[in-house]
């Protein structure tokens, strides 16, 4: 491919975009076509993208964690582009981008309208809900933000588990879900504007992993705000200390002097969540900190969070966390290793004579 023919593909930032996002997209897009051959063939390559860091203006600023952005154009400055991927922009749950993002919203709106595909990372699709081009369709975000849209942008059908969402006409309209979603986004738009084989070699020199099992596994119940209404937000201070216990939302409704049916109206009304739904997130959260940090069978600890079946149990558990427990402890419970042993300690120090003892009494892990 010529280097003149190559699409260009902007990346839209602002003050709120993580720098993980940014420079992670921009050293992976912009070096695909060319890393595999220059660093393992000894030979120059072809980029599938001219990338270009975009924002409302070329002023450099400041982003996420002090770092420093140096735009290459202002927006108004591109009135074509082939791929526009808005990188995440971090926001308060409690907040809409519609007051804050005016220029950027309308020029989403006309360069989609222009033909451009777009797509976005974690909270960068707030910015393409705020400009409409995500009205009807499906979408992926962090799972954190799920109210949010519920609340701000009813129109748009969020697929809470989504890794990345296609959408929209000739899937002109691409989702990624929480921060790290970048690398599966980034590997769909080189296999898409540069090929299988080329997503496949980024993948490889990258040393990209796999998330097929989605965002379920790494989500949690939310602490939600405490409602206005003294009732509901009585009886979710009760449930928090009192999840495992029988008729969770019999109790609760006595808890609030209310009737069942009074009680589910109100409840759903405060906080979004049908009540059985809202104490199975608890019991499943509390299951998953279980998994991880406790050796407890999964029959105990169904039984810790209220439950009698283990089966049952289980079932539950797949339907909201996305993996079996037994499946979701070999996921989640290596990723802070244990202590070592004494003996462990010792055998390390062996194979490295020059180890001094830790001051703590807590040698490095093996």
């Not at 405060?270 to 279980?290: C, F, H, N, W």
Request: glycine residues 6%; contains cysteine; proline residues 7%.
């Amino acid at each position: 491919m010529p280097q003149t023919s190559i699409p260009r593909l902007c990346l839209l930032t602002t003050p709120e975009t993580s720098p993980s996002v940014l420079y992670g997209l921009l050293d992976v897009l912009a070096s695909a076509g060319s890393v595999y051959p220059e660093m393992l063939e000894g030979k120059s390559g072809h980029q599938v993208f001219d990338v270009k860091i975009v924002a409302a203006s070329k002023t450099p600023f400041r982003c996420f964690g002090n770092v420093l952005v140096e735009p290459s154009l202002e927006i108004d400055e591109v009135e074509n582009t082939e791929v526009v991927v808005v990188c995440d922009m971090y926001q308060p749950i409690e907040t809409s981008p519609l007051d804050r993002y005016p220029r950027e919203i309308a020029w989403l709106k006309r360069i989609h309208e222009r033909g451009a595909f777009v797509a976005s990372v974690c909270t960068g699709s707030l910015l393409l809900a705020a400009a409409g081009l995500l009205d009807g369709l499906e979408a992926a975000t962090h799972w954190g933000y799920r109210d949010v849209f519920r609340d701000y942008y009813p129109k748009v059908k969020m697929c809470e588990d989504a890794i990345l969402c296609l959408s929209g006409e000739s899937h002109r309209v691409v989702t990624a879900g929480g921060t790290t979603s970048w690398q599966e986004l980034s590997l769909y738009l080189i296999a898409r504007f540069g090929g299988i084989k080329q997503a496949m070699l980024t993948k490889k020199v990258f040393l990209f992993g796999d998330r097929s099992d989605g965002q379920l596994p790494f989500s949690l119940m939310l602490p939600h705000p405490k409602s206005t209404d003294s009732a509901i937000a009585d009886s979710q201070t009760w449930i928090a200390e009192n999840y495992a216990c029988t008729n969770p939302v019999a109790q609760m409704a006595s808890h609030a002097s209310l009737t069942p049916r009074t009680f589910a109206r109100r409840f759903r009304s405060a906080t979004g969540y049908d009540p059985m739904d809202y104490v199975q997130s608890l019991r499943i959260d509390e299951a998953k900190q279980l998994l991880e940090t406790d050796e407890l069978s999964v029959e105990e600890i169904g039984l810790a969070v209220g439950y009698q079946d283990p089966t049952s149990f289980r079932r539950l558990f797949k339907r909201k966390a996305g993996l079996t427990p037994a499946v979701y402890r070999r996921k989640f419970a290596k990723i802070i290793p244990k202590a070592p042993t004494p003996a462990q300690v010792g055998r390390i120090r062996h194979r490295v004579p020059n180890l001094a003892p830790s001051s703590a009494g807590a040698g490095p892990v093996e």
